[in-house]
C-alpha cells in the first residue's frame, strides 16, 4: 500500500479545525498525527500519512514531504537538491550521503533561491483510532 506524508502548515488559533477538515477529507494511515513547531516562526506544521485514492486533493497550504527517521528531519525533494547542490560543491548526486545528524529535529524547505533549515518542536500527538 502507498502513503504520502503530507505536513499542512497553521497556527495555534487554527490547528484544531484543520485537524477536522484532515480527518474529514483523507483516510489517515498512520495511528499518530504530529503536530510541530517551527522556529524561528512559531507555525504550526501537522504532519501525516495518508493513503492517497483518486479523489485525493491537498488541502490549502500543504505540501508532500519526505521523512529521515533516524534524525526526525522533514524534507522536499527540491530542499534536497538545494541542500546537496551546497553541500557538494554545486553538483546534484543521487549518490551524496546527507549527514543527517546535522539536521536532527529540522525541516527543510525550499525558499525560492535554495533552501532553508527550521527546527522543530514537538507542540502535541494526536492519537487516532
Known amino acids: 500500500m502507498r502513503t504520502q506524508l503530507l505536513c499542512s502548515f497553521t497556527d495555534e488559533n487554527s490547528f484544531e479545525g484543520l485537524l477536522e477538515t484532515i480527518f474529514k477529507k483523507h483516510e489517515i494511515f498512520s495511528r499518530k498525527i504530529f503536530i510541530l513547531k517551527l522556529d524561528p516562526s512559531k507555525e504550526l506544521v501537522i504532519s501525516y500519512n495518508i493513503i492517497p485514492n483518486a479523489d485525493s486533493e491537498f488541502l490549502p497550504s500543504t505540501i508532500m514531504v519526505h521523512r529521515k ?29 546527507v549527514d543527517w545528524q546535522n539536521y536532527k529535529n529540522s525541516m527543510i524547505l525550499t525558499d525560492g533561491d535554495g ?14 483510532n
Not at 76 to 87: H, R, V
Open 69 to 97: 527517521q533516524e534524525s526526525n528531519t522533514l524534507y522536499t525533494i527540491n530542499s534536497l537538491n538545494s541542500l546537496i547542490l551546497d553541500l557538494n560543491n554545486g553538483k546534484v548526486d543521487n549518490e551524496y550521503q
Open 115 to 128: 533552501y532553508k533549515v527550521m527546527k522543530t518542536h514537538l507542540f502535541r500527538i494526536i492519537n487516532v
